[in-house]
């Protein structure tokens, strides 16, 4: 296999390759921009126009998204996997990978669309390389555009693997795209309402892609992903590299759940309290009238919503960070 498809193992070994570029047999460019971050290019006949952006790690306990993107860059280098597509893999946070942990100072994921610029450190560096690495990536003009950025939750789920789709104004979320997750395995999609600092929100918000968080499964280190199955996904990674997708239809959204934002939970200080059990699944379901948290001032967070459901509750996040997303069900009405 050519030295290049070890990306993992040089992002995990700190170490820069030797050769930068190098052209597998099948005449497939693979190109080392900076640790954690490679460019594959199909040869100019076989390119069928589109650009996709695979990232994961952007958490660094996160694994079972590392491990299958390595998975596909081995198949590639080994010409195993033939694009047709041309691809940028990253992984967001190589410290942090490197160390096993969610990050070392700040969470990369709440740093883009401009956040990265009010901050100092290494993580607000990274978003900022992160940011320029997939600005450049999507600047070819009249292309088709899509980023994954693959996550693994803190708890476990009632809906095990669902996406987030960013929002911009005026811009409305394609029945196409969620048709292709839900191919993809996904059986859950929140649409997101308002703007936001991940790194989705940044490719779609400001570099025109379709753009989606997806949540495998519940975080686990290296080696120990069995729980988490990523076969839907990898199956239909390998078809849109290799531009053997099977055509969607209509029907392929059906079973799909939709949710959207409520409210998202802001934690204000440390006097935060969020009253639910350590060990609650995303997508609980809270009763109206229920106590779901208090914050100083008397603030007070009560459930008003009918079939408000809780996703990522974490009253350990900085003060002034997203502490939870209070979700509702919503319908297909207003996709494109
Ligand atoms: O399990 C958790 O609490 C967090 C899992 C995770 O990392 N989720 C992403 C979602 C990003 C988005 O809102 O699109 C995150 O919190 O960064
Ligand atoms: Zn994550």
């Keep these: ?53 695979l990232s994961a790690g952007i958490h660094g306990n996160e694994t079972a998204p590392i491990e299958l993107l390595d998975r596909l860059l081995h198949d590639i280098a080994r010409g195993d996997l033939k694009p047709r597509a ?50 450049s990536f999507f600047s070819l003009p009249d292309r088709d555009r899509l980023h994954y950025d693959l996550h693994t939750a803190i708890r476990g789920s009632k809906i095990e693997q669902f996406a987030l789709y960013p929002w911009k104004e005026d811009r409305q979320h394609s029945r196409q795209e969620l048709a292709r997750l839900r191919a993809a395995g996904m059986e859950a999609v929140l649409l997101q309402n308002k703007p936001s600092i991940v790194f989705s929100s940044y490719t779609y918000d400001k570099l025109g892609a379709e753009s989606f968080t997806l949540e495998l499964g519940k975080a686990r280190p290296f080696g120990q992903n069995d729980g988490v199955n990523v076969s839907l996904l990898e199956t239909r990674l390998k078809q849109i590299i290799e531009g053997t997708e099977p055509e969607l239809t209509e029907e392929a959204l059906n079973g799909l759940q939709l949710f959207s ?27 109206v009238g229920y106590l779901l948290a208090e914050d100083i001032a008397q603030t007070r967070w009560i459930i008003e919503e ?3 459901r809780i996703i990522f509750p974490n009253p350990k996040v900085k003060n002034g960070l ?15």
Excluded: Y
């Excluded at 570029?21 to 693979?30: A, C, D, K, N, P």
């Excluded at 691809?87 to 969610?102: D, S, T």
């Excluded at 994921?109 to 320029?132: D, I, K, M, P, W």
């Excluded at 919503?330 to 494109?336: G, P, Q």
């Design 1 to 53: 296999m050519l030295a290049l498809g070890k990306l993992l193992e040089l992002t995990l070994a700190g170490r820069e390759p030797a050769e930068k570029t190098q052209l597998t047999v099948e005449g497939v460019r693979m190109r080392w921009l900076s640790e954690g971050a490679l460019e594959v290019r199909p040869p100019e006949a076989r390119d069928n126009g589109l650009d996709l952006l």
């Design 86 to 135: 041309r691809i940028l893999f990253l992984f967001g946070n190589p410290e942090a990978i490197r160390k096993g942990e969610r990050f070392i100072e700040q969470d990369v994921n709440r740093l883009f669309n401009g956040r990265h610029e009010q901050t100092s450190g290494s993580e607000a560096l990274r978003a900022c390389e992160l940011e320029r690495l997939a600005a």
């Design 261 to 287: 934002v409520a409210r998202e939970i802001i934690k204000h200080s440390d006097s935060f309290r969020l009253n639910l059990p350590a060990d609650i699944e995303n997508f609980s379901e809270l009763e």
């Design 306 to 308: 009918e079939g408000a």
């Design 322 to 336: 997203r502490a939870g997303i209070l979700i509702v069900p919503t319908t297909d009405e207003n996709l494109a």
